[in-house]
């Protein structure tokens, strides 16, 4: 957006990049909070690196795009590419300082205590060198391809996120060769980290990393040579898909094509080992066509989500997280018609606190009831070998009418979407992929069942992906209902998502591209008109990020206007709340806890109506206009009234893991002041929910 064309004054608008590093600031703290299990801090640890990955290959990636074709737009903040790449980097560059910090001085010697030991390479004892010696000539060896760079052998192709080590060579080889510099990938399938028999380590869990074995032999893989040097790298590279709307005729056909080149993208990032020689991180910025910006020393391992194995390989309940087992709706019992009970009421299930299963059930006794005729789903993220799709399967293979609405854009899952669609297509399903353009984002399904001369539709809508591992993780809701007319609605998109046709005026939902927009500035403006003339008003929002600038300015007026608004926006957020004559009225928190908080909730007092509904979509603009996407009301008062306690009311009262923002983007963790009961929303819903361990 050019200043030019601006609608809104930039300065009532946070950086996006700078919101998104403050986030990962926030759950970098969960690793140094002694509160929180050890192992589980380890886990933060590479949640945080994970999210830094997907950081630098999307985000900075999209920067660094701008700056090559010498934009100079700049974003609804006022800042151009060049001037958020320069906070981004110092910003991104003290995070990962601290990261490091946390693991060296803090998670590592703390593991050490309780006998989980990374060992040192200058500390191994002869045993365990010979030891590791003979692993590597065993295990690590026979799959090492090096290459020596020279004419005939150029700098390889490096894999992005791939662990790579350049190795600084002295002499002649066998013909005379003496170009002074090798690189050695590491295959993908050799674990990062190695652990050593107990006799050798005197501990129960003896680790080594893969790059310490790899510097202590390398010189097995250049016999005669001398080795001077051999330092770990790691490059980032952009992988973000590119599709072409103009040429592409078939988008499976494309996506096929493009994924192989994801690996390969431009550079974005070069991590190092901080005992790298200058001249050979000089040698491989040069390579990978980057600048010293670019660059990230550390003081470990470069590869550090390769430890988010290390708590499932330590049998060490004591520092984990208590297990618990998701609890079950009251009107689910343990063997039950899920179409008898959804016939009589609608089902809310809250998740992780509550069970997926009846999600599971309702696919299951469809594909096996021979009344059930057809049943329809989106599919974003489901994971490769879900229950759900092999129910999907078995209803295909016995004549039901199955159709999957299939995201392949889906980030990251593209390639396990390709193989989930294979397979339907293969047992007679309709496989289709949205509408082109449009990210098919909204979580549906719908079973149409013959009853009594007619045809019934049983529908299921979310907040998060019908994925059964990450409800386990994820905080979300779905709510399954019979009502005819929310079955109507869900009909009509599933309608435009597979044929042709105007876009029908909805019962209940709000769609995007269409009326989500619209609808929510709508509520948004209908509380800011009831606080004008003078009756109670109250916006209570949760979701994942807060972007669009439209919904903003109209929270502002609503602000400004009296209505009290609560914002509980786990990541990203533009918004400005507290602020003198514009947001004095607006909270904003974010709540960083065991969980990840997913579910989005949107609820307006609308003169005592208390209009509530939720969806899969954040107040973003590829959510809005973009992306197919659909919110739903709860209509049941009793279902409504749950959300409100368990969805909304924990998250703005918790004062244990909730930080809250200021006006500049700043974030400072609550804590229960004297005399103050702990209030901790994910703990008093496990409490309440779950089923304990």
């Given amino acids: 957006m050019n200043s030019a064309t601006r609608r809104f004054p930039a300065d009532h608008f946070i950086n996006r990049e700078l919101s998104l590093l403050a986030f990962n600031r926030r759950v970098l703290a969960q690793v140094a909070d002694t509160r929180v299990p050890l192992l589980e801090r380890l886990r933060f640890l590479c949640i945080v690196a994970s999210n ?3 950081f630098f ?28 790449f320069a906070h981004v980097k110092a910003e991104a560059h003290e995070l990962v300082a601290e990261q490091y910090q946390l693991l060296n001085e803090t998670i590592l010697p703390a593991l050490e205590k ?7 390479r200058g500390l191994w004892t002869e045993e365990q060198s010979t030891w590791i010696r003979d692993y590597f000539l065993r295990e690590v060896m026979p799959v090492l391809t090096p290459i020596g760079l020279d004419p005939a052998h150029p700098f390889p192709r490096v894999l992005n996120k791939s662990l790579n080590f350049a190795v600084e060579l002295e002499g002649k080889d066998a013909f005379g060769r003496s170009s002074g510099a090798a690189i050695v990938q590491a295959p993908r399938a050799l674990p990062r980290v190695i652990h050593l028999p107990k006799a050798l380590t005197g501990v129960d869990y003896g680790f080594v990393f893969l790059s310490s074995v790899m510097h202590q032999n390398v010189h097995e893989l250049f016999a005669g040579m001398n080795v001077l040097g051999c330092y770990q790298f790691r490059v980032t590279r952009n992988s973000d898909l590119f599709v072409d709307d103009e040429e592409v005729k078939n988008l499976r056909t494309a996506l096929q094509g493009e994924l192989p080149q994801r690996h390969f993208g431009d550079a974005v990032r070069l991590e190092v080992a901080d005992n790298c020689s200058e001249v050979m991180a000089e040698f491989l910025l040069q390579q990978f066509d980057l600048g010293r910006d670019d660059l990230y020393r550390v003081p470990g391992i470069v590869t550090l989500m390769r430890l988010m194995s290390v708590p499932d390989r330590v049998d060490r309940p004591d520092l984990k997280f208590a297990p618990f087992q998701p609890g079950q709706p009251k009107n689910v019992s343990r063997h039950y018609d899920i179409f008898a009970t959804l016939r009589k009421q609608d089902i809310l299930l809250h998740h992780p606190f509550q069970s997926f299963t009846p999600v599971i059930d309702l696919i299951e006794q469809a594909a096996n009831d021979p009344q059930v005729v057809a049943i329809k789903m989106t599919v974003y993220r489901t994971g490769t070998d879900s229950a759900v799709t092999e129910h999907l399967l078995r209803a295909a293979q016995k004549g039901k009418e199955v159709t999957t609405v299939v995201e392949l854009m889906a980030r990251f899952d593209e390639e396990a979407n390709l193989n989930i669609a294979a397979r339907l297509e293969e047992v007679g399903a309709h496989v289709v992929y949205g509408v082109f353009g449009y990210k098919t984002h909204a979580k549906m399904l719908m079973v149409v069942r013959r009853e009594d001369g007619g045809f019934r539709r049983y529908v299921h809508l979310g907040t998060g992906n019908y994925h059964p591992r990450t409800t386990r993780f994820y905080t979300d809701f779905g709510l399954m209902t019979s009502d005819e007319e929310v079955g109507t609605d869900v009909n009509e998109v599933f309608k435009q998502l597979t044929g042709l046709g105007k876009a029908s005026t ?27 003339a003078g009756r109670k008003a ?113 998250y703005i009262t918790d004062n244990c893991q909730a930080w809250e923002m200021d006006g500049v983007g700043q974030y400072r963790r609550k804590v229960p002041r004297a005399n103050t009961s702990r209030a901790c929303a994910q703990e008093g819903l496990l409490g309440d929910l779950g089923e304990g361990g």
Wanted: net charge positive; proline share 3%; aromatic share 6%.
């Fill in 114 to 120: 309780e006998g989980i030991a990374f060992i040192r």
């Fill in 538 to 650: 109250h916006i209570i929002v949760k979701m994942n990020a807060l972007l669009e600038q439209e919904i903003i300015e109209a929270l502002y007026e609503a602000s400004q206007a009296g209505v009290k608004v609560d914002l509980v926006i786990r990541g990203v957020c533009a918004l400005r709340p507290g602020v003198k004559g514009l947001s004095e009225n607006i909270r904003v928190r974010s709540v960083i806890g065991r969980f990840l908080e997913h579910s989005r909730i949107f609820y307006f007092h609308a003169d005592g109506a208390e209009k509530l509904y939720m969806g899969s979509a954040d107040w973003m603009e590829r959510n809005f206009f973009r992306r197919i996407e659909v919110c739903f009301p709860v209509l049941d008062p009793k279902l409504k009234r749950r959300v409100i306690r368990e969805g909304l009311k924990p």
């Fill in 52 to 54: 830094l990955d997907e």
């Fill in 57 to 84: 290959e999307i985000r900075v990636a999209g920067l660094k795009e701008q700056i090559k074709m010498g934009s100079h737009a700049t974003a609804a903040d006022g800042m151009t590419a060049q001037e958020t």
């Fill in 506 to 532: 909805l019962n209940h939902l709000l769609q995007a591209p269409f009326s989500l927009h619209s609808g929510m500035l709508a509520l948004v403006r209908a509380e800011t008109e009831s606080a004008r």
